[in-house]
Each structure stands twice: as structure tokens, then as C-alpha cells.
């Protein structure tokens, strides 16, 4: 499949701005981001956010998830939610599932974003490929982590493999990510 793109180019030694219509082939990640940004913008508009009382967990406040972590001091992620999907504490982690108004489906595991649906695929494809292709011939692969089936997706798509194995400590992870995240696991 083809894809027209518009690139705009500004040249330094040149004041003036031409535009380039050119025809390239679209990877599996850009359909994939297209495909969310054309479901995201086609779809009805949510229903009205529930009640804020409604949207109960330690992280959102007023309508908002808050990612803030000593790590990164000045800084903070905040998503807008539309409403929690699933929420529960595993035996390793607590675990939150929600949907934000931008992002789609959003893993959280112990108050830190794990992986959204709008831009998952980056980390995926960065974290299998690198190491993919680093092999010759890549057969047998064992995943450590990585629940919620985004690498794992990534690794069958070489040819050469055989055998993938995922293996996570967190059951609840995997079993939320294939049912509120199956286009990623």
C-alpha cells in the first residue's frame, strides 16, 4: 500500500519554502498509527465523562492521571481519562487500565505508564528489532517481561523464528492486556 505524503522542505541558504508531494510505502507501524489516528478522529465523540466521583483511583484528579516520580524532578505525564477500564491489585503490582481522551488504551503498573496505544509500537519495534537484527539467525527467543504482548507481537513478524516465548512474573498482566489491549499483545 502507497501513501501520498506532503513534505514541506525549508532550505537554509534559500528563503522560500517549496512543497514535494512524494509516493513511499507505508511500514507496519505507520499503518498501524494511521489506522488508530483515522479510528480516533472517525469515531463518535465519547459519551460525557462520568461524574468525578465516579473516576476513583490515588493517580487521577479531576479527570486527570498524573505520572509524577522522583526520577524526573520538575517533571510530570498527564493524560486526560474518559473513564477507568479495569483497575486491581495483582500479587506483584497494582494495575490500571484506562481509557484517555487522546492516547486510547493506557497501561499503568504501580503508577507509571507502561504503554498506550497511540504510540506503543515505537518502544515495541525499537526494543525487538535492535536486537533482532543484531542476531545473524535469530530461532528461538525468550521475552522477560513485556506482559502486555508488544514485543512478543513484534519478534514473530522475523521469519526465522521458530520459538518465542514470553515470560512475565504478573499474570494479571498479560490476561488484562489481551482483553483491553489485543491489538498490541
Known amino acids: ?21 512524494t509516493r513511499l510505502p507505508v511500514s507496519f507501524h505507520s499503518q498501524r498509527s494511521l ?23 490515588p493517580t487521577i484528579k479531576d479527570g486527570w492521571f498524573r505520572e509524577i516520580s522522583d526520577m524526573w524532578p520538575g517533571q510530570a505525564m498527564t493524560l486526560k481519562v474518559n473513564q477507568i477500564i479495569h483497575h486491581e491489585k495483582s500479587k506483584y503490582q497494582d494495575v490500571l487500565i484506562f481509557e484517555s481522551s487522546d492516547y486510547g488504551m493506557v497501561l499503568v503498573l504501580d503508577n507509571v505508564i507502561q504503554c498506550t496505544e497511540r ?25 522477560i517481561g513485556g506482559g502486555d504482548g508488544g514485543v512478543l507481537r513484534e519478534i514473530v513478524k522475523h521469519e526465522s523464528v521458530e520459538e518465542a516465548v514470553l515470560c512475565d512474573i504478573d499474570e494479571a498482566v498479560i490476561r488484562l492486556s489481551k482483553k483491553y489491549l489485543p491489538g498490541m499483545s
Not at 514541506?8 to 514535494?20: K, P
Open 119 to 143: 504510540d506503543e509500537f515505537s518502544y515495541q519495534e525499537m526494543i525487538c528489532h535492535l536486537g533482532m537484527f543484531a542476531h545473524p539467525n535469530p530461532k528461538k527467543v525468550l521475552v
Open 35 to 57: 489506522s488508530f489516528l483515522r479510528n480516533h478522529l472517525t469515531r463518535p465523540p465519547p459519551p460525557p465523562p462520568p461524574a468525578m466521583a465516579e473516576i476513583t483511583h
Open 1 to 21: 500500500m502507497l501513501l501520498n505524503l506532503v513534505k514541506a522542505v525549508t532550505s537554509w541558504n534559500i528563503r522560500y519554502t517549496y512543497i514535494r508531494a
